[in-house]
């Protein structure tokens, strides 16, 4: 299936179609929910307020960190290569991307992904056009990314409303205590997540809200 995204204008910064829609499902549905979304202020939402290549590349460095230690890492970034454009951290070398904070590990991911955006962007042309499943496919293809990354971008970049990303400890983690989860725990935050219908991205962004009240962006 296909979502809708945006609204007809489909700037940055815009509230997905279904934001409202899936508010007033959850909060219909889930008690314990009800109560953290009524609390989070309204001005916040998930959006894109990135390009595809910042949206992963953003996803890269926040993996296994907090979103603090993430921004950090990518403010240093931009400073060190003046930007932050495939072409930019492509041609940054190794030095600058490690002295902003970088993993080893991460300074390879983060060039191959730039590689690959500087010599061959359709690659990444047409996800909007396939399913959850096959952008997973395809972006896990590139080194460096592996579902958490792609379940980022099918929720920031593309605003998929239906996305639980398992592999997210900090929500798995926050979910298992607000919902005083026992074993088999990831069973039961499945049986939980029944309640959220076809919303699970903007049930997860509310729980994300719990854990650090920094909106979180990719």
Avoid at 157 to 167: D, K, V
Avoid at 186 to 210: D, F, Q
Wanted: proline share 4%; hydrophobic share 40%.
């Amino acid at each position: 299936m296909i979502y809708p995204i945006y609204s007809m204008n489909n700037k940055y910064n815009t509230k997905p179609v279904y934001w409202e829609k899936a508010k007033k499902y959850l909060i219909k549905h889930d008690y314990i929910l009800k109560k953290v979304i009524q609390d989070v202020d309204n001005k916040h939402y998930l959006t894109r307020n990135s390009t595809p290549f910042q949206t992963l590349a953003n996803a890269i460095i926040g993996q296994q960190i907090s979103v603090a230690a993430a921004s950090s890492v990518l403010k240093k970034l931009k400073l060190n290569i003046n930007g932050f454009t495939p072409k930019k951290v492509y041609l940054a070398g190794n030095i600058k991307l490690k002295n902003s904070g970088l993993s080893r590990q991460k300074v390879e991911y983060l060039t191959i992904l730039a590689s690959k955006f500087v010599t061959n962007p359709n690659y990444f042309y047409g996800f909007r056009n396939m399913t959850d499943e096959d952008v997973i496919k395809r972006l896990c293809e590139l080194k460096g990314i592996g579902e958490w990354t792609a379940q980022m971008y099918l929720m920031f970049q593309l605003n998929r409303p239906n996305i639980m990303p398992l592999a997210d400890i900090g929500f798995v983690n926050s979910a298992i205590k607000m919902y005083d989860i026992k074993e088999p725990k990831l069973e039961n935050l499945l049986k939980v997540s029944e309640k959220w219908g076809c919303y699970k991205t903007v049930a997860v962004w509310y729980i994300w809200r719990i854990i650090d009240p920094e909106v979180v962006q990719y």
